[in-house]
């Protein structure tokens, strides 16, 4: 598993057709497996969509989202970088 580079800020995935059907792109792999395997769930937000984590490496804290509301599922996962003060202001759960 690649860990997030301590230059990365933002990740974000997309959908792709094969034949028929949509597809996740290998950054909406990488967004799945990050969160599954390695980055720390701290909490969510209100509505349930959007989720912090953190880096147990660097300590620094990733909001999962899905901006494309309008699509199936919230579309695409955006994989994204919040500051100390952008967290705590968001979500409850940091002090």
Do not use: C, T
């Not at 792999?29 to 490496?57: A, C, F, H, T, V």
């Amino acid at each position: 598993m690649m860990k997030l580079k301590p230059n990365e800020i933002e990740l974000r995935g997309n959908w792709e057709f094969v034949g028929n059907s949509m597809k996740a792109d290998n950054i909406s792999e990488r967004i799945e497996n990050l969160i599954s395997s390695y980055l720390i769930e701290i909490s969510e937000d209100e509505s349930g969509w959007n989720k912090l984590y953190q880096d147990p490496e660097d300590e620094r804290y990733w909001e999962l989202s899905y901006p494309e509301s309008e699509m199936h599922s919230g579309g695409a996962p955006l994989l994204k970088n919040l500051s100390l003060h952008e967290a705590k202001e968001k979500y409850q759960a940091i002090k």
